[in-house]
């Protein structure tokens, strides 16, 4: 079996190939990062023109760098949501023609169920497992049980983590991707230098909150701009803070499983904040407090990626899951839902 699969949801345009040998036979990718830079964030007109540019010379690229082509694969798979529509749209338009025209089935990925599902390409990890879904647009602990079956146990009730990273590298002058940019700033950061807010930590449950970290560093950027090692302090301070809720949070949805008798396989974290060396090694320490494996794909498959997309894919066309062609783009897609979109 061999899958590509489309992304075009969000800043990245991204082609990949996977087989069902857990091969990854093409992984490119265009990001848009110039593009967006002077406006500090993901301007949805200009992403979806750029998606437009680059998507047919990726799945060229893409077909030759695993030598294959077409007529060779199994099925063509395209993120259809959630994400900013007029990108998605690119996607899905380009997933469904070549499907039309190859007579190739057709499987409409949620991106959610893309990082969701990329901790078995790469680890092998069997169901059921507990995932920290940290994006752009999400903050989500899981419980996943299979392909399209989800337990939502928390979710953030305000920003997502990604969010936080990004607003606060913007607050600190730091530049667009927040997050990758917060992580190097931090390196040369005392992460105890300023004592941030660490919301929902200690209480009950497992949802998130972000944003009165996002205030509590707006008012330290006023108080403090122009001492000399502000930014790195403080950069240390929030990537702290953030570790530190997400870490407080996931334990107690290991609680709670283990409270309610459920034998999970791993601790996955998924999404772009889970390339945070920084979180990664917090989770990691927490999983072992619980004797649990720990998974977090590479931090390149951890990003939006085709690679994802394309796995997605495979794991839904193997189970006999395909989508009409007039499945619609949608910008939003709770995770909960994607099994009732097969046909
Ligand atoms: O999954 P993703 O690539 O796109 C979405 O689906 O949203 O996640 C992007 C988010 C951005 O907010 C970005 O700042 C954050 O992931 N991110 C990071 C790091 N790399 C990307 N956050 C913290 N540390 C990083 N190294
Ligand atoms: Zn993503």
New binding site residues.
Partial sequence: MLVIGLET??D?TAVGIVDDQRQILANCIATQWDEHKPYGGVVPEIAARAHLDHIDTLVKRALAEAKTTLKDLSGIAATCGPGLIGGVMVGAMTGKAIAAVRGLPFIAVN?LEA?ALTARLTDNVVFPYLLLLV????CQLLLVRGVGDYKLLGRTIDDAV??C??KGAKLLGLPY????A??RAAMNGNPEAYPLPRPMLGREGCDFSFSGLKTALRQLTEHNAGDKNFTADAAASLQAAIADILTDRTKNALELLQNENEKIAALVVA???A???F?RTHLAELAAMYHMPFVAPP?AL???NGVMVAWAGLERLRLGLTDGLDTAARPRWPLEASLQTSS
């Avoid at 994006?135 to 999400?138: P, Q």
């Fill in positions: 949801s969000c990245e991106h990082h994006s752009g647009g999400h990604g969010e990273f990004d991707p927040g997050g990758p917060v992580e999404g772009g904040v390339s945070n060396q979180i931090p951890c990003t939006d």
